[in-house]
Structure formats: C-alpha cells, structure tokens
C-alpha cells in the first residue's frame, strides 16, 4: 500500500473501533476488549511506517475535493511532514498503552464499553488533528476532542466533582473556540483556501492583510484547549476523571492540539511581532504561575496537572521566539514522560487507597508495595525536572537554546522581547519543576508511619505499560543527532551554558526542597491525617472515586487545613493559601462572568414569567371573555334572533336619517 492509503488508515481503524465497541457493547461485551486494543494497537505500528517511509524528507500531500462552498472550498487533505508523523506515533503509542492499562483498571466497570469507545474515538479525531492537510477537517477532529473530553471526564458522573468538572472543561474550551473559529474564517477569506500549504505560500507571498487580528484570534482557542493562561483553570479539575483519561488527554493528546496547530501555522503567527509577545507573556505566566500551584497541591493528579500547564507553557515559548522544532520535541518527550507519571499515579492512588500527598507522607512502605510505579514514576520525575540524560533534560533544553538565541539578536524570527521573557521565565520554571517534582517524590515515597495497605500485586497490563513508555522518557533525547531531518533539519542540540545554568537551577531548586522536607519531616508524626477509606480488594477505578469523594471531607480544602510536615507550605510561606487554590481565578471569573451571566439570566426568566407571560395571559383571558360573551348572546330562540335583528334593523335606520340629515344641512 502507498504511503497515503497507510496514513487514511491510521486515523479510520481506531475510528471504526470506536463504532464496533459501541454496536457491541451490550450484546457481546467479550468483544470489547479486544476492540478497544487492537484497532489502536493497528494505527500505531502503521504510524511507525508511515514515519518511517516519510523519513523526514519532504512533506507528502494528498487531497481530494470535500464538497463545492461557492467560496472557500474545503478538501479532504493529508500534510504529512516529520512533525505529522512523529506526533503520530506518540499518539497512537501513548493511546495503546492508556486501552491496554485501562482494562485492569476499570475492569469490573459497567460503563467500559463507552469508556473505550470513548477513548478510540478520541484517539481517531487527535490523530485527524495530525495528519490534516485542510483547517475545516482539522476543526471536525479538533470539536470531536471537546465532546469525547466532556464524556470522558465525567465518566464518574455520580460524583458532584466528575459532573462538574467535565462541564467546566467543555464550556472554559468552547469559550476560547468562539474566537478561534472567527480567525480560521479570517484566514481562509485572506489566503483564499483552508488548505495549510494554499494559506504558509499566502503568507510567504505577503497574502495576509489581517495578520495581527488573525493571529490573537487564533491563539484565544488554543488557550483554551491547551490549558494556557488565562483558559486553563480547566484542567486540574479535570483531574476528577478516570486516571487513564489524564493519561490520554492531558499528556499526548488534546492539551497537545493547540501546540501542535500553532507550531503547523507559526509562519502565521510569525507575521505579526506582536502575536509572538502575546504569546511569550502567555508562556511565561502559565510557566510561573502553573510551578507556584503545583507546588501547593495536596492531590497528587492535581500537581502533575499544573505541571502539564507548565510544560505547555514551555512548548508555548518555544513558538513565540519562533522555534517549532523545539516545540514539537518537548512536546513529543513531554508526551512520554507525562503518561508515565499519571498511569504510575494511578497504581499509587490504588495502592494508597488515597489521592492526598498529606495521607502518603503517613505512610510507610509505599514505595516497596508498588516497585514498578515507584521506578518508573522516579524516571519520570527526573524527565519532568529536566535532569541529564534524560528526554526532558534535551527537550527544555532546546527550548532554553531557542528562546537565547532570539534574546542575544542571532535569530530574527521574533523580538528580542519575547526571547528574554521565555528564556528568563523559562529558568523560573525549570527552579519551580525541579521543587515541586522533588516535593511529590518525597511526600509519596519517603513517607513515615503505618505501613501502606497491603491491595496485593499490581495488575500486569498497568504495570507493564509504565516500563513501555519508560524506554522513550530514558532514550528518547539520546536521538537529537539522529532525528534532525524530521524536524526540518533544525539542529535540537543543548548548548553548554543554558545546559548549565538550567540544570544548576534545577538542582537547587530540588536540593533546597529535600532540606525543607528533612526540616518538617518531624512534624509529620504529630500532626495525623484523617482515616482513609479505601476497599483493598476493589478495582483501581473505584479506590480513586472513593478517594476524590472522601478527599475533601476527610481533609478539608486544602488552605484551610494546614500541614506543617509539607515543604512546599515552608517554601511558599503566605503564598501557600493563594497559590493551592490557583491564585483564585476561578473566583475571579465567577465574579466577572459566572455571576453576571446568572444575574442576566435571572433578569430574562423575571421578564419573561411576568411581563411576556403577563400579555399572553391576558390575551388569554380576553379571548375567553369574549367567547363567554358571544356564547351567552347564543340562546338558540328563533325569536330572540328576529328581535335583535329587527331592533339592529331599526337602529341602523334611525342613524341613516340622522347621517343623512346632517350633511343635507350641510
């Protein structure tokens, strides 16, 4: 088969998996399983081949005409150059071993038919994302992400938390698609086509007469579905979703959109000086702010989701000092190691019974009840905290080195302004992951007290899936000599002072961590946490519901109840209250948007239950008394009839002499 037909497939057999598991859910659930893995299975390996035939050479495209607009026409397009396909074999990998872990996890789950189906159809619009070649095709996957999103996260619907985080997410993303869609049609009327490569010659050509207004409109959505500053309040509570949806979503998948289409479109947003600034004090908040809360977090789903803002921050940067190849390659390294972190998570919620790193610095043994997760989870940190060799170490690096190259003038992309704004925020950040990193770690496995509860050996298919995404967290920037060519032969090299000064910072940032936990460790022992309710011997999904339900209640929010034993309150200090609670933008938005929009639509329900009602009611009441009025006039006496007849006659005739007479004396 060509290289095309290979690539239609990749996106169409998870998509086909999706509506077989669906048909056969009930009927013939032992057909799930499989539906769910093999399909997905399929798509990765003919990814591989597709990156493979590609090989980093020039970018093949294929199309076929959609439907006629009268306009703008849309096809039905491939654009597969090395970042297409190399973003998607980290999608179809990450997606096997997320069906694969998720059939231990949820395995006496009533819903895991939809559950799958869920995720293979999720799966099948990210990789559409990908390969696209035409924005209204990349739009119908990009959408199909939302709606499997909304689904997916409140698959524990019976959860106030579940309910109303899956909602969140939906409307805080819509919200920035509103926009987004507005400058996809502003594109495509200044280019004259939905086609990327009809509307990058558009831009080189001079074609663009909007770029600015296009650019900032564009960027609102991907705010919005990559969790960046001010849109990305969103994704910590998404975490209230099944482990395995984090995996997906928050690692190699949806978050990973918005970077991905910004980095397919940067000649685009290159156009305009000022969209590159937007994006570089977009990056440089998220990065900053997201370290700071990830640091305050009690919930350990909710520190690797600030991490995940962060790192996306990082990806952000890199495209506002113009740089895609480092962008895609934190994206791609990121992607790994971030889906090792929550699949481990999940292991250590179901071996803890709980989701509270306050409860896990309680107890002992955790890390020898589950070596597996604790190993890998260590990698991934490592990764996470960009330390040498590993993937994040290469992956931030280059960013660093793109982001200096823009500050000191020797790339041209870019102001100057926004190079020193992500290179300086960048070393923030990378000082704040290595803390918060250092903090998980220690409060998860160096706890003191009780042993951890004895759950038995972790399920194989969860943690064989760790070791498989282990090998590209290990090896995957070992390759930045050799996978060149897929990233327009840009090289992706450290150079030896941003090495050095980041990975300075960072060590600091982790040792000073240590010496604030060897400081409060102390105080661990008298200051108990409440009881853990936890089944040993339940399904990993149902430990980690019970543990979100019982999070609050049992500990309080997390400001109010303080912990003397967690180091990341010593740091912060009277920053703790105000960064656990992400700096209180939910507040603020409820206050600006949430309550304003309840007052109006109070406001229309007030108008219309007692005006628009009150005139319908009293159109209502009208017509019934005229009806009485009429009906009563409707005796059915023959001789009550010729008596109004002859009277009306009579009447009729007085006022005809009486008209007549008048206008004779006119």
């Not at 990789?127 to 939302?146: A, F, I």
């Not at 979703?241 to 000649?267: D, E």
């Not at 640091?295 to 995940?308: C, F, M």
């Not at 994206?331 to 292991?347: C, E, I, N, Q, R």
Request: charged share 10%; net charge neutral.
């Amino acid at each position: 088969m060509t290289t095309t037909t290979l690539a239609v497939l990749v996106p169409l057999l998870p998509f086909l998996g999706a509506a077989a598991g669906l048909l056969l859910g009930r009927t013939a659930p032992g057909y799930v399983r499989p539906l769910a893995i093999l399909p997905t299975l399929a798509a990765a390996v003919l990814a591989v081949v597709v990156a493979a035939r590609q090989g980093g050479g020039p970018a093949i495209d294929a199309s076929t005409r959609l439907t006629p607009t009268g306009s703008v026409p849309i096809d039905l397009a491939l654009h597969l150059d090395g970042f297409a396909v190399l973003v998607a074999v980290l999608v179809g990998l990450v997606a096997t071993c997320v069906q694969i872990y998720s059939t231990a996890y949820l395995r006496d789950d009533p819903r895991y038919p939809s559950y799958a189906a869920l995720v293979s159809l999720f799966t099948a619009a990210m990789l559409l994302v990908v390969y696209s070649g035409d924005l209204m095709v990349l739009l119908v996957g990009w959408e199909v992400m939302g709606i499997c999103s909304y689904f997916l996260v409140g698959h524990y619907w019976e959860t106030s938390e579940a309910r109303a985080a899956s909602l969140k997410a939906f409307l805080v993303t819509k919200l920035g698609d509103v926009p987004f869609l507005i400058g996809l049609f502003a594109l495509a009327a200044d280019a004259g086509t939905f086609r990327i490569t009809g509307i990058l010659g558009a831009v080189a050509s001079g074609g663009l007469d909007h770029p600015t207004v296009i650019a900032l409109l564009l960027l609102a959505g991907v705010a919005g579905k990559s969790a960046q500053f001010p849109l990305h309040t969103w994704l910590p509570d998404a975490m209230a979703g099944p482990t395995p949806v984090s995996a997906l979503i928050h690692a190699a998948t949806m978050v990973a959109a918005g970077i991905y289409f910004v980095a397919r479109l940067l000649p685009v947003f290159a156009a305009s000086g000022a969209a590159l600034v937007v994006l570089a004090v977009m990056a440089a908040v998220t990065m900053i702010g997201s370290g700071l809360a990830a640091l305050a977090q009690d919930d350990i789903k909710r520190v690797l989701a600030y991490s995940t803002i962060g790192q996306l921050g990082y990806m952000s940067g890199a495209l506002a000092v113009g740089d895609r190849g480092a962008a895609v390659f934190h994206l791609l390294s990121h992607g790994a190691f971030k889906a090792v972190l929550f699949l481990a998570a999940g292991v250590v919620i179901h071996a803890a019974g709980t989701n509270s790193l306050t409860t896990m610095s309680r107890m002992g043994g955790l890390a020898k009840r589950i070596p597996d997760a604790y190993w890998t989870m260590t990698v991934a940190l490592l990764a996470l905290a960009a330390i040498p060799p590993f993937a994040g170490f290469f992956s931030k690096e280059a960013v660093l080195v793109a982001a200096e190259h823009t500050a000191l003038g020797e790339r041209h992309v870019a102001p100057a302004a926004a190079g020193w704004t992500v290179l300086v925020a960048g070393l923030l950040a990378a000082v704040l992951t290595a803390a918060y990193a250092t903090r998980l770690w220690l409060l998860a496995f160096r706890g003191h007290g009780a042993d951890a509860p004895d759950h038995g050996k972790q399920p194989v298919a969860m943690t064989a899936v760790l070791w498989v995404l282990a090998i590209p967290t290990i090896a995957f920037g070992l390759t930045v000599g050799v996978i060149t060519d897929w990233f327009d032969g840009h090289s992706l090299t450290p150079s030896l002072t941003t090495a050095v000064l980041s990975t300075g910072v960072g060590l600091v940032g982790g040792l000073v961590t240590y010496g604030a936990w060897r400081h409060t460790t102390a105080l661990a022992a008298r200051v108990p946490a409440g009881a853990v309710v936890a089944h040993p011997d339940a399904e990993p999904a149902l430990v980690e519901a019970e543990a979100m339900t019982h999070h609050a209640a049992g500990y309080g929010d997390a400001p109010g109840a303080p912990d003397p034993a967690d180091p990341g309150r010593l740091l912060l200090g009277p920053l703790h209250p105000h960064a656990a609670t992400g700096f209180h933008l939910d507040a603020v938005y409820a206050a600006l948007f949430v309550r304003p929009v309840q007052a109006a639509a109070g406001l229309v329900r007030f108008l219309d239950r007692e005006v628009v009602d009150t005139y319908v009611r009293g159109a209502a009441a009208g017509a019934r008394r005229l009806g009485t009025a009429v009906r009563r006039a409707q005796t059915g006496n023959v001789q009550t009839y010729l008596t109004a007849l002859l009277a009306g006659s009579l009447v009729l005739a007085i006022a005809a002499v009486v008209f007549a007479n008048v206008n004779a004396g006119s």
